[in-house]
């Protein structure tokens, strides 16, 4: 049965996102209740301009209810609004009760990078590695399919991977695909678990099936693996480079991979070396982005040059996913610092159009989140209902809590459409 992927993008993130982190799971998703918060118009929740660039995702969907077979691979690629995947974790968790857990998905070792990291899964090294995210795309480590990527040249080095269940999802896997940088001078891995290695090696000279992709199948699910650099050839392998982490099940059902990066705009994507390439191996059917947050964070916002960036990343996604739907998301109301203190940001209006006008002009769906939270300087009854952090920027747990509700929301109301019109 052919994949199903979704992709969404947002940018930015801060280290409180962490400490709330831990508690953004604690209630089930239907549990979830918002109704005091008058300023969200709720009216508003919907997806725009979807009348027929939705139906061939829709389709994927109602085939899934209807046997219960196959997968849908959902991607969700964004700044740091996504790295501590609170919102995109709401939006996994729900769909996935709904419609099947075929896995976790796509992960990264952020805390190996020294960098914030999702509370549903945790990893630890022996050592230091050297560690790059998109943004900053002038040094020379390249980018891959993550928006991040870790090297070290340790022979002794080893990652620690365990992934926690959730309320109602389990989340053991039985595959495990590893994108790392192959060839002559790189360093083998073994793949071990709680009680056995080696349980599979990865060959570094092994290209024949993937320039970058390395995958091992297990004979019954498990939640723990440790990754071992291995040197079979001394004279010539010294490194270790790491650009993400696939971990599957075998059932039916949604495969939510999140692509976070914190500070990231659409540049930073397009302009990060192996992204695009190592990104078609996800095989993406829905594609939804959220960026804009950087780009209209600061003065000096420039729309045509955004615009440009935005149609750049885009082409680039259709023509690594041909078959993919695509559907963007608007950057969220936000303030910015001034000699007064934090003030509304008037940039994140235009930003929004640009989007918009980006959708309308290339037939593709969006969600208004900015509309949606109540428009021009509503994160300050956000954050007086303690649904925001203090920079006016960042959301609380419960805030992208709210935001993952709404998207499901949105999303399921234009699917239920899609049925009833068949």
């Not at 209810?65 to 995109?88: F, M, N, P, W, Y």
């Not at 428009?375 to 959301?395: E, I, N, P, Q």
């Amino acid at each position: 049965m052919k994949k199903l992927i979704i992709i969404i993008i947002i940018l930015f993130a801060v280290p409180f996102l962490n400490k709330c982190a831990g508690t953004a799971f604690a209630q089930t998703p239907d549990s979830l209740s918002y109704k005091q918060f008058t300023f969200i118009n709720e009216n508003l929740n919907k997806i725009e301009n979807d009348s027929s660039s939705l139906h061939f995702f829709y389709k994927k969907m109602y085939e899934l209810q209807e046997t219960k077979k196959g997968r849908v691979d959902i991607v969700h690629i964004g700044d740091s609004h996504l790295q501590a995947d609170l919102l995109s974790g709401t939006i996994r968790q729900k769909l996935q009760l709904k419609f099947g857990n075929a896995g976790r998905g796509l992960i990264f070792p952020y805390h190996v990078a020294k960098s914030n990291e999702p509370t549903t899964y945790k990893t630890t090294t022996n050592t230091v590695w050297d560690a790059k995210r998109n943004v900053f795309y002038e040094n020379p480590l390249p980018i891959g399919v993550s928006g991040f990527t870790i090297e070290t040249k340790d022979l002794w080095a080893e990652i620690n991977l365990t992934v926690k269940d959730q309320p109602g999802l389990g989340y053991s896997f039985t595959k495990f695909t590893l994108f790392q940088e192959k060839g002559l001078h790189n360093y083998d891995i073994t793949i071990c678990d709680a009680v056995n290695c080696e349980k599979g090696i990865f060959k570094s000279i092994d290209t024949a099936s993937n320039a970058f992709i390395s995958e091992l199948k297990f004979d019954k699910p498990i939640n723990q693996i440790i990754l071992r650099n291995k040197d079979t050839d001394t004279l010539n392998q010294r490194t270790t480079r790491i650009y993400g982490m696939m971990l599957e099940n075998d059932s039916s059902g949604i495969l939510y991979d999140m692509i976070g990066v914190n500070g990231a705009e659409y540049r930073h994507y397009v302009k990060s070396k192996y992204f695009m390439e190592q990104f078609s191996y996800l095989n993406a059917d829905l594609v939804i982005v959220s960026l804009g947050t950087n780009e209209a964070f600061s003065a000096g916002f420039d729309k045509a040059l955004f615009y440009r960036y935005i149609d750049t990343l885009i082409t680039n996604i259709k023509i690594a996913s041909p078959n993919a739907s695509i559907l963007l998301t608007t950057p969220a109301d936000s303030f910015r610092k001034s000699r007064k203190g934090r003030v509304k940001n008037p940039d994140m209006k235009d930003a929004r159009l640009t989007v918009i006008n980006y959708c309308l002009h290339h037939n593709l769906p969006y969600w208004d989140l900015y509309e949606i939270m109540g428009g021009y300087g509503s994160m300050a009854k956000w954050y007086t209902a303690k649904l925001s952090a203090k920079d006016r920027v960042h959301f609380s747990g419960r805030g992208y809590q709210i935001q993952g509700d709404l998207f499901y929301k949105a999303l399921m109301n234009g699917f239920e459409k899609y049925v009833t019109a068949k």
